[in-house]
Nanobody, 121 residues
């Protein structure tokens, strides 16, 4: 059973940057495809960014392309989401997700509890 714990959320001003972290335990981290999703009040959860379990490919939502970057440190069992040029519409609870040997970005097995990011205008 993989456990995911997100951190790094908080309040940031428009145009600022924030880096989220997701630390995994209970599985062979290097064999998991990882993704980030977010959910705003009254909206459905939406995909943000992901990479395949091999690390050979990354995916981004159009709304964050060029501003956000996903990366991982296998030595630390941690995946990051670097968020730059933040906008008020990026305000959401951000969730980390994982799936064993996964090369997609839509269907994950394990989820973290989420971390709140609030972008003030």
């Amino acid at each position: 059973q993989v456990q995911l714990v997100e951190s790094g959320g908080g309040l940031v001003h428009t145009g600022g940057s924030q880096r989220l972290s997701c630390t995994a335990s209970g599985g062979a981290f290097s064999r998991y495809g990882m993704g980030w999703f977010r959910q705003s009040p009254g909206k459905e959860r939406e995909f943000v960014a992901a990479f395949t379990w091999t690390g050979s490919r990354t995916y981004y939502a159009d709304s964050v392309k060029g501003r956000f970057a996903i990366s991982r440190d296998t030595a630390k069992n941690t995946v990051y989401l670097q968020m730059n040029s933040l906008k008020p519409e990026d305000t959401a609870v951000y969730y980390c997700a994982a799936r064993y040997q996964y090369s997609g970005y839509t269907d994950y097995e394990y989820w973290g509890q989420g971390t709140q990011v609030t972008v003030s205008s």
